[in-house]
T-cell receptor
Framework: AQSVAQPEDQVNVAEGNPLTVKCTYS??????LFWYVQYPNRGLQFLLK??????LVKGSYGFEAEFNKSQTSFHLKKPSALVSDSALYFC????????????FGSGTRLQVQP | NAGVMQNPRHLVRRRGQEARLRCSPM?????VYWYRQLPEEGLKFMVY????????ESGMPKERFSAEFPKEGPSILRIQQVVRGDSAAYFC?????????????FGPGTRLTVT
């Protein structure tokens, strides 16, 4: 079985400050990890993914994530937050073999204050 | 390149009626996934289909729910005899046929309300 934990329901950060949204995972085999963002009444937009290779992955809108195998984590980061980054962020995982269905975390609401 | 299309965007059904949700994948994508999102929760996998085949339906309730992806036309998620607990946002995603760590691209969702 695979699972994802996003321990923070909400993260508050001031505009211009760095942000981190936490994600830990459990999967049998090697993980494929994904971050998605959801704006109100919209679908999910793909931000970035880790498949293999460099542990630091760069994605859309200045976001990046760091894969840490020993800590089974894949935290989302951005050096300088924007008010427009305020949204719901989901981490997802699947194994590199077997089922292609994604398992999602419960989501973290990011609130960036001006 | 148009994204994943879903219709209707909003659907209201009375208890006992049928709901039909449609999904057209991105051009060139032959894999379709359906997920359900309850308010303030993450997405839960329901079913994974390729053209004319159900590959994985492990997340689909055994009764009242069915899905298809015919050779021609959109994928359909069908819910018979809807109940209030079926009220949720239903998202479709698609990915290309190439194996590997392809991301899934999501549609805007269908918000089903059962009254």
């Amino acid at each position: 079985a695979q699972s994802v934990a996003q321990p923070e329901d909400q993260v508050n950060v001031a505009e211009g400050n760095p942000l981190t949204v936490k994600c830990t995972y459990s999967v049998s085999g090697n993980p494929y990890l994904f971050w998605y963002v959801q704006y109100p009444n919209r679908g999910l937009q793909f931000l970035l993914k880790y498949i293999t290779g460099d542990n630091l992955v760069k994605g859309s809108y200045g976001f990046e994530a760091e894969f840490n195998k020993s800590q089974t984590s894949f935290h989302l980061k951005k050096p300088s937050a924007l008010v427009s980054d305020s949204a719901l962020y989901f981490c997802a995982v699947r194994a590199d073999t077997g089922r292609r269905a994604l398992t999602f975390g419960s989501g973290t609401r990011l609130q960036v204050q001006p | 390149n148009a994204g994943v299309m879903q219709n209707p965007r909003h659907l209201v059904r009375r208890r006992g009626q049928e709901a039909r949700l449609r999904c057209s994948p991105m051009k060139g994508h032959s894999h379709v996934y359906w997920y359900r999102q309850l308010p303030e929760e993450g997405l839960k996998f329901m079913v994974y289909l390729q053209k004319e085949n159900i590959i994985d339906e492990s997340g689909m309730p055994k009764e009242r729910f069915s899905a298809e992806f015919p050779k021609e036309g959109p994928s359909i998620l069908r819910i018979q005899q809807v109940v209030r607990g079926d009220s949720a946002a239903y998202f479709c995603a698609s990915s290309p046929p190439i194996q590997g760590g392809n991301e899934q691209y999501f549609g805007p969702g269908t918000r089903l309300t059962v009254t």
